[in-house]
């Protein structure tokens, strides 16, 4: 078992939050992998957008439903500075994760975050587990107070 996976099982654990990390054979990639994976639909799928901010150097998670978009420029007004774009390196030295597995729980350091307020239409929602083959489920205000992100309009029109 990979230490992101193995820190994201603890950090739930630590959390309270009642659920179980599914490997998904196919892979959960994209939201339209892990929508296909899970069996949910696309917007159940909470995704984990990362952009660096260009002030602080620091990447920042947008947790979006798996079929809208960041818009940069909105996201930029609501976090106060611009956006750009976070490499691997970046990514992985911040959250501990790899591009394709980023968890909004398991972090290895707490990170700027924010939530796309279409997750919380569902009473379920599904995010990575650290790796690009596991997700777990959640109900969506649980989910978003364990990485304590704040409400946003971020969202592409």
């Known amino acids: ?3 992101s996976l193995k820190r994201v099982q603890a950090d739930l654990i630590d959390l309270g ?3 179980s990390v599914h490997e998904m054979e ?3 990639r994209t939201a339209e992998d892990a929508a296909r994976a899970v069996g949910c639909h696309v917007d159940q799928i909470a995704k984990s957008i990362i952009f660096r901010g260009e002030d602080s150097g620091h990447v920042i998670l947008f ?3 798996g079929g809208n978009q960041v818009d940069a420029a909105k996201g930029s007004a609501l ?3 611009v956006l750009g774009k976070a ?3 970046l990514i992985r030295a911040e959250t501990g994760f790899a591009i394709g597995g980023v968890s909004p729980v398991g972090l290895i350091r707490p990170v700027r975050a924010f939530f796309d307020p279409r997750l919380m239409e569902f009473s379920e929602v599904w995010a990575a587990a650290g790796t690009p083959r596991h997700v777990f489920a959640a109900p969506p205000v649980v989910l978003v107070n364990a990485c304590g992100a704040q409400r ?3 969202v592409a029109a």
């Open 17 to 19: 939050i009642d659920t």
């Open 1 to 3: 078992m990979s230490k």
């Open 152 to 154: 946003g309009d971020f």
């Open 63 to 65: 947790l979006t439903a």
């Open 87 to 89: 490499d691997a390196q």
């Open 79 to 81: 976090v106060g500075e």
């Open 26 to 28: 196919q892979g959960t």
